[in-house]
């Protein structure tokens, strides 16, 4: 397993998401990210995750509301990485497919768009 400090981890989030363009920034709303060094024990392998309603189901109800939360998982994502390259890849990868769950994109649809 690679080996790599929270903070570095951190910032590689932080840099994935100054990479998203600033049309989609702007229109993001009420969400918050996070680094968790694992994800639940059910999905072991789990490098992100999104909870929450996406932009496009939100409705007139949709008020009050706790923060959607993305969080990237950094034990996985470092077991599955082979190189620091790797990770910073990786950890782009996983922060622009939450991102799109948040603006209503499916898995499939990541994954036909090679973000999957």
Request: one cysteine or more; hydrophobic letters at 40%; a negative charge.
């Amino acid at each position: 397993m690679l080996e790599m400090t929270r903070d570095r981890f951190e910032e590689l989030v932080s840099e994935a998401l100054d990479r998203i363009p600033p049309e989609l920034t702007r229109v993001m709303d009420n969400v918050a990210v996070f680094v968790e060094d694992e994800p639940p024990a059910d999905d072991p392998e789990l490098l992100g995750l999104y909870e929450g309603t996406p932009l496009t189901e939100r409705g007139e109800w949709y008020a009050g509301v706790l923060p959607d939360r993305i969080t990237v998982y950094m034990g996985p994502t470092l077991r599955y990485c082979e190189t620091p390259k790797d990770v910073v890849h990786e950890v782009a990868v996983t922060v622009v497919h939450e991102v799109a769950h948040h603006f209503g994109i499916e898995d499939a649809r990541l994954h036909e768009l090679g973000w999957g």
